[in-house]
């Protein structure tokens, strides 16, 4: 109770366009962007239709106290509504001239059609004849009316919106009416009687004349769509805070279905597709802005430009209304200049006058945000700096996923709008429920459905692509598959979806549920079967950033690559070395295994040598090629890592070809197999472990890695920087025992081959003894020379829980609120995060500066990234298509901590601003 | 190099007995056991033969220096030498008045017959003219000749000591002679040649007649016995660094050969078996020292009363050479007041004139240390705390080991000394390889041989007992039985052993390798089969020591209890309350565990229910039973922990009698186990991460633990102290959600049964992650009320080993000197220990009172708690058999660091001084 008391101090109701603006775009977190944004927009003297905005205090203050307002609230709503009537001169539920006014949620990060929203509200009997004699529009005014009772009974009442569907469709069809343009003042009046008996019906009591209570139940009803099942969802996937809460912004209507010469559209002040510098939305004519973003009828375009660009037909608000278009691209620009982003706009012209409703800066695609950054910054907007920070590391991730090759012929069987963009190839689908079974079950979805709405965007969000027959470029299916990185194709009309067949027929094709299809969110092409991908690649504004961002950075960014192949793909994509190059992968081929198999069944070092010299030559070759591309880039060989019976036969035929071609008996194999298992793996005879019970392995592999190394240098005269990393270590000892093995390799390969090799020696740090003993395995010169942090381990072991068995610990953990955030994915701040802050400083205790990295699956994270600069690591080593991600990443850190910022904000934040 | 010129600016060579004597007791390290006392002696007065000592230095330098003596030894010892004849006015190499010498080996830790000695030598074919003419008897010269040959020839020259004994042993045939004492003179001589001509055919060199290179090759031969095989093998078993090295005495010879006036022993101030404080210790009329010791001879009894006590025959010294006696009785109080603990002595009395030769503190069994402890402590001649520092804690734990019930009738076979007290069954093996083989199988076996040699070593540290025909209570088998605490009856005449056919024969029993005996070291009575055994008690001397321990130790020490028993047991062992009693053990009892499956294979929480609703009134059974028992001392209950998996069926038959009782269909029970099973169980799905997923379980046990609590109460009016300790916590939240379900139960049961409960609320510290955030755990009134490191658990993590498969990697390691001690049995101070460490500073910090104990393994090592006395941790919980050790480990760690010693200081060390 303190606690309100407190805020009751606190000003609870803020007021815009009425003359007096108490808010301003700083206030996003009182406000919520829409109601910041109108304050905004209210100050810079825009046409905003006045309002005001109850605080996300108030819905904090509300879920607080079991869903009740606080006290104090009901005078100024009511002082605010008075205050926003004289602005338009009209008045709260006054029959001659009454005040609508819009009831809309605002939270600080956009949620798009996630929230609950109510329009035309303070219409009842009475004031909508006053509404029809005030607009001398009496068709326009019941249409309003029952447009309210629609949605109010739908959102603030809960009758279910297929009651009114049912309704008027039942209407139409009796009284012949094609669409509902045919339907007149009167037919609107006897639908509106029909919509009342319903809800009297539904819900055992009248529709609310009073509009006091109109009010009060449409506040409420936004309050508690912040704790809906769909926008819990959406949250949870977007990291957006339960605690923040929602605004709720209260705005007088003006209306874009008052007649042709009233419009409703929304705009992007660019392409938010690809980021073009050009006017991007949709309008339609005679409507309200709940028709152009709902799907039902397809709008048309703002500018003939896109018209020329899309080939679509259809007037253009620029012949139509080219006066408010003139108006608006004014506004535009000046929208743009002053927020420094891209704006989504939503407006309306009402009998030719425009409003502005809404503008934030829009949502975009990865490659759009790019363009768009890279060109604001050219333009001066924005620094370079702010361009870096603008875009949102994680989001690269799928620009740097293949897309579809172009040189190969596709069978185009449909095409819809380019509405996300990336390609993808998954089964067919046709729920939103199946697509998160299919990816259950680890299987690839395209997501099809007529139109999308928020009750599917959790199957969105399990599937690798989306495709609707209906719905046009700002469809939900559309906004949301771009706030995922989904690719999607939107509106693809020919196709004809019957889901409880489990049919999507195009033409003649008919194709059914588990069928392949690639579709193009670039082109909008649908393709049958699975299409060739393409590799990715950093060129244009992509390429721009990452110079921009190499600029600021100081974190090197390595890849983790065990072939050639990740070694060409990590250099093309930035990689400054390779940070964990492991060779247990070269042994699993099948030419090689069978050596490997002969080495662990040898009953003695003799014969493991036996066995090991006949993959000396086939591991050298492996390094020799990996020097070639990466020289003279640092290269990082893990030694032998994984526990042997990895390598061995387990299933009884296997053993018997295994024991065959090893010409062994089958029982000795067996013996061997059960002597290597164990009960725990993760902890038990594998790393370095293995080395000092076999040195031979290590010295076959240390000569492996150096007379590649020398070569190399001999064919290509590039010096090869071969870093040799120990597994696994704990105790310095075993770091001694092998680095000795490793040192006297060097030395009879530079004795034999008549050459100098370079020759630097470290361990990872995996295991918490070793972080703690950090000190003791740098110390001296004899000391580890670098450190490799290896994240997944030192995850496993700290928080003593198996990566291969976390699964359903992780779910349980997430529901319950253990943990926000898989470790896995993004490193333990609090607990492994610590031990590798004690690593870092006691390695740099015993040697100054010695050379420290990371090579866990936390390198390509952006949040860990910059938790490991903060650290002073030297390099992060990931995937390699992770590089760019973690060269953006390692680059906001830097800008951040120079710029004083807390460590490890997460970007996406940032963007959704 | 550099190191070798320091030292050579020190004294290599160190006098005593000559008039100069430089050394003193505080001198063990340089001068090893033996010299420093020597040295001491020879301060005190007491007639020592004069000598000279090598420092530890030179055996150091030796070894560094690949076997090279360091310059400057020469000299030195050469005019050392001449000293010491000139205090007894003779010459070394002289062959008129040749002076002999005694070259002995001296570590600082007694290392009893691991290392060589050479008697006699300055022998040769001239001296040993001179000797015969000086002392009047030349049977008595050339016997000692042929010996320093034999000696010489064996430990020097690498000649097998079988060649010296065939050559003798055919004399003997030959001659008709049927025992040593039958040779005259000339037979010697004969048997000198022979023995002369061996040498020259086995190492085609002759027999050195220069008396400075036998002086060279002995001391060498000493050096070198500091690496042989069963020196290694005694330091290790014994933790005695190889860096000690080893000091060589150089002393003239007196002889207890020199006919029946002459006589050598060795002697205990106080019985070395029980403590009792009488003379022990045994003789040879006209024999040197190694005959004593080395069982060939059945030595006579020293006093009158110890004949009487052992009821054997034979005269005593105290009857034959009563001024003799008299003079060392009153050496030995001396010695024993000088030294302040009781000594073993080695005297010689050569013409009646009385030799000390050595003194040192003596080796005793477990039981007499405590007596011998009380009673120089109730003399006033020790502290109470130094009594309490004197006993090694570790070696309680043979006192608390079963002894032979003395109710039961016992079929004895056989029956001899009673050399090394406690009580042992097992199958017999004949020979110390099989002795280890059978030990590596898990088989307890009794050792038996005609006599032991330090080649047997190994073999004795293997079996559980050890069983000799010949040799006294001084003989190898016994002193090396009680240094190891190893039961032992020696010298039973008796035996018939057959070795190589593998039988046992005592009169008309045969028995064969494998069958069991049971031998009674405190009795000397062997038995036939396996005897009941009886628990041990506290009593006496012990419960005296444990009474001053528990007077100055701080630390607490609980046990580690699941059951009515354990938990009795500890409390006679002086347990201050349970540290750990763990629930799951009470789950597969045959009755329990099926209702523990099926909650496990229950389809919902409604099914888990049900059947943990049958486990419930079985578990507060459990609970009522221990909290009797233990109240009004604290009871730590931790809640279920192990994998689900481990109370499931894995096999087959099994499986489907299982799935029967539970009436459910066999695939279901096998897609449970095989959903359940995990590749790393030690990191999987347990502990905590259980309860959160299934907290009926958590409900269940938290009802039944303070349900028993309310029902004790009630019944016997005393207050149970209840801990329920949550296991597996990394997460502050994981504990709050457990917590919430504990204290509800609580609630819940205070409101049926009109009682009010404590609750004490507490986690285990087991994971890296924990002791990181502890502070955060404990932070907060509704934080952790304890914590407990579960090291087991935290040692597996930090060290990343899983124990379960960390057998063949602790060998590997001690081996190659990863670590010297198994870290699953000692703590790893510098891993683990730092850990601990941080999880006490951060838990205090959050709450300073803040209670904190252990309840691994490690809570009853020795060093281990001297490590958790250091972190002020609260208690130790440890197995209840080593309560006792547990509770002197903390009151030597408390003395120690209130005299500010270093912590962790091996107490072994101490009592081998």
Redesign the interface.
Known sequence: MADTVDRMQQRLVYLFGTGTTHGHAGMRELLGGKGANLAEMSNLGLPVPPGFTITTDVSNLYYANAKTLPSGIEDAVIDAIDKVGAAVDMRFGDVDNPLLVAVRSGARASMPGMMDTILNLGLNDQTVEGLARRSGDARFAYDSYRRFIQMYGDVVLGVDHGVFEDILANYKNLNGLASDTRLAAEDWQAVIDQYKAAIMREIEAPFPQDTRAQLWGAIGAVLNSWQSARAITYRRINDIPDVWGTAVTVQAMVFGNMGTSSATGVAFTRNPSTGANEIYGEFLVNAQGEDVVAGIRTPQLLTNAARADLGTKGATLEELMPAAFAELTVIFSRLERHYRDMQDIEFTIQGGKLWILQTRSGKRTVEAGLRIAVELAEAGVITRDEAVLRIDPGSLDQLLHPTIDPSVDRQVIAAGLPASPGAAAGEIVFTAEEAEEFKVKGRSVILVRIETSPEDVHGMYAAAGILTARGGMTSHAAVVARGMGRPCVSGAGMLRIDAKAGTLTIGKEILKRGDVITIDGSTGQVIKGRAEMRQPALSGAFATIMGWADAVRTLKVRANADTPRDAKQAREFGAEGIGLCRTEHMFFEEARILAMREMICAGDAKGRRAALAKILPMQRADFEAIFEIMAPLPVTIRLLDPPLHEFLPHHEREQEAVAEALKMPIDKLKARVSELS????????RGC?LA??YPEITEMQARAVFEAAANVEKKTGAKVAVEVMIP?V??R??YD?LADVIRAAVVAVEHEMGVKLACSLGTMI????TA??AE?IAAGEAGADFFSFGTN?LT???????R??AA??LA??QE????DVDPFVSI?V???G??VRIGVERGRKAKPGLKMGICGEHGGDPASVSFFHACELDYVSCSPFRVPVARLAAAQAALLARDGDAVGVATTKRNSA
């Open positions: 164990e009960f725990n793996p993760m902890l038990g005879f472990r000092i019970r696994l704990a105790y000892r075993e025992i995996e295991l918490p003894r703690l003993r003791e381990d496993q072991t700290v928080l003593g829980l198996s291969d068995d359903p610990i349980r953990y319950v609120g253990v943990f333990d609090d607990g492994v610590e031990l």
